[in-house]
């Protein structure tokens, strides 16, 4: 039979070695946590309304050809100004489908500044 002196060191050295072990356990499992990614957020995109992009052009090409704008009528569509006695207005109006329609017209048919207005527009259009 074995004797007491001979039992307590085995006691000790298990006890220690339990200890151990769960002092490693927990060191392991603490340190493996996984942090998921922080979510990704982007940016909104600007969504300019066609609309807008064409009045906008409408009304940079008027500018750019030294129209003076007497009348602005966002809501109408509506567009009028004047260059050396000359009456010039443009529409634009979304149609049906969501497109825009943009017509210039001029009190002078003999004059060429509706197709100057029409060139400026479409470049501003990017077209």
Known sequence: ???????????RENSI???LIVFLTIILFSGCYYYPPAPVVYPAKVSVSRFD???????GAFSEQGV??????RGA????GTLNGVEVAASIRT???NSVR????????TTTII?????????????
Do not use: C, E, H
Not at 1 to 11: E, Q, R
């Open 1 to 11: 039979m074995l004797s007491l002196k001979s039992v307590a060191p085995y006691k």
């Open 17 to 19: 070695m339990r200890a």
């Open 53 to 59: 992009q064409s009045w906008s052009a409408a009304i």
């Open 68 to 73: 003076r704008i007497t009348a602005q009528d």
């Open 77 to 80: 569509g509506v567009v009028q």
């Open 95 to 97: 149609q049906a489908d």
């Open 102 to 109: 943009v017509q210039f017209d001029s009190s002078d048919a």
């Open 115 to 127: 197709q100057r207005i029409t060139d400026s527009y479409n470049s501003r259009m990017g077209r």
